[in-house]
């Protein structure tokens, strides 16, 4: 029997299970099974099923999920946006389009400690979106600003997709926070310039907050002091990762403690009922994620018996093109399937088969880790299936249309495609801090 064509016929169902709306996690059990079974038979397809399993869970790459998950559900549930928005605000008064830059610079301080990208937009979309439209700011324009920036959470360390991508593509995650510092921290700034020239140029799009004009030199001193506890949770994460102190499972475990203690102490975790939020909001997560990863590995295993990945690798190899036109068709790829279904599954679903290839093309691992995960933040505004702008329009209320969400984003989209320009431009604003942190 044909290997190839069994994985490629296995790959078809696939894909119309995705489109016929079957979760991902039964699609890559029930193809992957069915696979295996007519390539080696079912006894050998159900003990790989149970090997993958217990040496997915098993990995220590897998212990750090639960345990950032953990910390972001603490830092959302203790109040911590609050503080980073409200601090970044007062930072950012007088400035044209104060509220949107403090949105995008308190998104990426909160980034730092939570994680998640939906969380991020979701709760900054009840916290500033309001304060924008009491302002009059333009509707379109704070929905984009908003949705935009909550993708940093995927960039900025702690990032739970770049977990993902570790697990998948068994790279460092400590190397893959790292790495993702510098771009993250430039878009946050693209986007701060981008508003503060679109505010000067159509003042309309975000007038002046007349109570700004009252704050004095103490005032922002004193919203710098406010933020004390994420930016020295994130030095404490970061740094000890960077330092080699922490491994990422220990910097993980430290996190966590350290959100839970300052959420006690600081903010609003001592409020009846947030701690059990927290834990299960985690649990919930975890499991969805820990799903997911087991099944898809399971399916990559498959795979793998089947040789597409090598030989699709040694194909594109032997291509007699430049190795930027297929990296570019890779790119694209990842770009259309990030619009049409959620990002970790597209993730759980083509690592396995296009990262042997990238790599295979001489491509840096880490570097090629950062550059699909920006287009994983445009991904997660654009249409059809941008979750973010789908949250956003939720959490906004006033009759909020998710159409009025993505009006808002392509000057955003813009800046990210501006990045990304830079990133293959110089290949160093991702590799410096990775290439530098102590075992790294």
Known sequence: MDFTLIGTLGII???ALLGMGVHIVIDFILVGLIGTAILVGWSS????LGETMYYSIASPTFCVLPLFILMGAFATRGGFAERAFESVHILAARIPASLAIATSFGSAVFAAICGSSLATATIFGKLAYPEMRRHNYDKSFSLGSIASAGTFACMIPPSGMFILFAIFTEQSVGRLFMAGIVPGLLTATVYALSMFIRAKLKPELAPRVPEEWNVTIK????ALKNMWPILFLAFLVIGGIYTGIFTSTEAGAVGALGTLIFGLVEGKLREKGQIRAALRESAHTATMLMFIIVTALFFSRFLAITRIPFELADFLQQWDVHRLVILASV??????????????????????????????????????????????????????????????????????KVEEVFKGVWPFVLCDIFILILLFSFPDLVLFLPNAMLGG
């Open 219 to 222: 005032d922002r001193a004193k």
């Open 45 to 48: 397809g159900l003990s790989l």
């Open 331 to 400: 790119l694209l790829l990842w770009l259309i399937l990030g619009m049409l279904v959620v990002q970790a599954a597209v993730f759980a679903l083509t690592l396995p088969i296009l990262f042997p290839v990238v790599i295979a093309l001489g491509y840096d691992p880490i570097w090629f880790c950062v550059v699909a995960m920006k287009l994983n933040e445009i991904a997660g505004v654009t249409p059809p299936v941008g979750l973010n702008a789908f949250g956003l329009a939720g959490a906004a209320g006033d009759g909020t």
């Open 13 to 15: 169902c696939l894909l």
